[in-house]
């Protein structure tokens, strides 16, 4: 019997509208069709844990060491920062590369190392579809014929999406547990200690992705009055200007060899890990504790940052002194309302004079004994200014190698002792006041799920990137609005069925469909 006027006209609004819906749920839209560039973010990765307990064991006797800024976390997994790539939001397909690297040695004989493995420049690749590889440049010594072969941005893993929907996010995105399996090429990258297939550790990555609605307003009108920022770059040549009485000579200007003037300066930052197996100890099963940053300090992943400055230099004598600002304190072993471990390191200095270098830092918090104790200006180590340059209106010292002195091996409540090495230490002062700093490594903004949260095959499809992204991207209203659809849809057959049903057997309409949308 041919359906009711009424019928036909609620189930054609129906579907119009569900439609409707379906297209506002799966098109990318306008704020996010535009490939953009990824810009900061995380990967953690142990790489394989059995592999760390062998290079540091009784076999290989070996160690590893992190370099270009790759940090730890927790102690047996490895943090690479400052992503940069491309993410396509329509396709899905996003390439995320990773600075910082890690070297393993091991199994030294006659004055080198049979194990000599180098892993950096991380890049994550998803293409369309959800396929996705880890790729790294690599130099590894053959177990074999130690020869040393090097490769860049060869795809060490293959890694499994499966049930993650990559497309249409924005803001962070964050993949958790990812599994990796051993490629070919990682075979070969690790000298033959495992076949290609071999499960490798599951991997974390967080990166910022470009903010829906990016376009940027009409070309700004701030722009042009740049020149008005030029007189403050006239004052820049202070080191060539003479004595700070004023200005020599005669009309000529005077004597151009004359030892320039001590330069005053007014920003800086001093970049120190303090000491990874300490950071690790503190936040490790010992200790349980954390770090609390203050007065400016930053968390660069593998150390902290303490700015601004404010001193002078010599370039006549290398004598300088430069005063840093923040604290950074360290707590663990907490034992009611207070810390067995309490060490708040505050405002550093550099000096340098005689040619002997010297960190020191403002000390506070609990000593061994259950005090307390407030120490200015403690000299807790001491560097080589053989290694400080002067360029590009900066001063500059790059991971100079520290030695903790008496004062800083008290100060470490004798955690160390006096001679043991720190982690470097890198520090800019700005000579020239327009002159930029080196920029911290880039975290990314905070992971959107916390890490550890899983993002594994057994997750359902297209629900990790709901949780994953930041934004309400394009996975959340595809993923209700298909299912609403789905229901929708059958709810309304099963309504025309029953019609039918219903208009052949009493041949008259039923009452309307509510009830049956509203369940």
Known sequence: MPLSSRLRRLAATLVAALAALLAVGLSPGPASAAEGRVSGGRLDWGIKQSFLT???GPIAQGSWSLTGGAATVGGSTFRFHSANGTYDPAAGALTAAFSGGVRFTGHRENGADALDLSV????FRAVQGGAAGLYADVSSKSRETGQV???????LADLSLAGVDLRGAAGTLTLSGVPATLTDAGAKAFGGFYQAGTALDPLT???NLPAAQEKPAAPAPAATPAPTAAPATTPTPVPTTGPASGPTGGPTGGPTAQAPARTGFADGALDWGVRRTFRDYVTGAVAQGRWELGGG???GGAFFRWTPAKGGYDPATGELTAAFTGTVRFTGMRAGDGYGLDLTLANPGVTVSGGRGRLLADVSGRTPDGGTRQLP???LATFDPAGLKAEGGLLRAVELPLELTEGGAEAFGGLYPAGTGMDPLSFAVALDPAAALPPLPDLGSAPATPPGAP????VPPAAAPVAASSSDGVPVAAVAGGAVLVAALAI?????VRRRRAAAAAGAPAAGPDADEAA
Do not use: I, M
């Open 54 to 56: 062998y290079v540091t």
């Open 205 to 207: 990555l967080s990166v």
């Open 492 to 496: 309304t057959g099963g309504l025309l």
């Open 377 to 379: 200006g403690v000299e």
């Open 149 to 155: 072969s090097s490769a860049s941005q060869a795809r």
């Open 297 to 299: 300090a930053a968390d």
């Open 455 to 458: 993002a594994s095959p057994a």
């Open 120 to 123: 950096g420049r991380l890049t």
